[in-house]
């Protein structure tokens, strides 16, 4: 009996899980001292493993997900590292909605400044016949004392609920 009730509480809990939409935040790792035009792919990362381009970087999305891009320096606190924009590239058009600029909870100021954010909403998903779709997006950002602006492609993968 109780066995039953255990189970019957995780069934619960885990269907809720699955009806609501999470937060993604993908943050942009860059070595502000090093990065140059031409070694980005080399020191502007997103945190994944070795051996996992820029490029095949994927952020798994389900509709009604939202997601937030933030970039900051890693080897330098004070240096600002600031995404001006997102563009679509290839495949699907996930995002529906325009992607928009908002200030962040209070936990992100660096240095007395404020950082802006860019988030978005998943709005699509799949048809009946794929399991995903997939959108090829170009990330453009800017470094202080740079000349840039710098640009990476990484995708986003929309799964069927």
């Not at 009806?19 to 860059?30: A, E, G, I, R």
């Not at 792919?41 to 798994?60: L, V």
């Not at 007395?112 to 995903?132: H, N, Q, T, W």
Request: net charge positive.
């Amino acid at each position: 009996m109780k066995t039953t009730r255990s189970l019957l509480i995780l069934i619960v809990v885990m269907s809720l899980m699955a009806c609501s939409s999470q937060l993604h935040v993908v943050t942009l790792y860059v070595d502000t001292t090093q990065i140059d035009q031409t070694n980005i792919e080399q020191y502007a990362s997103f945190g994944q493993p070795a051996g996992i381009a820029n490029k095949d970087f994927i952020t798994h999305v389900r509709k009604g997900d939202q997601i937030i891009w933030d970039a900051v320096s890693i080897s330098n606190p004070s240096d600002e590292v600031k995404i001006t924009a997102i563009n679509h590239i290839s495949g699907e058009r996930i995002f529906e909605r325009k992607l928009r600029k908002g200030q962040p909870q209070s936990g992100t100021k660096k240095q007395g400044f404020v950082k802006e954010l860019i988030s978005g909403a998943i709005e699509m998903k799949p048809d009946r016949l794929k399991a995903y779709i997939e959108e090829k997006y170009g990330i453009e950002f800017t470094v202080a004392n740079k000349e840039g602006p710098f640009k990476i492609d990484p995708v986003i993968r929309s799964h069927r609920k």
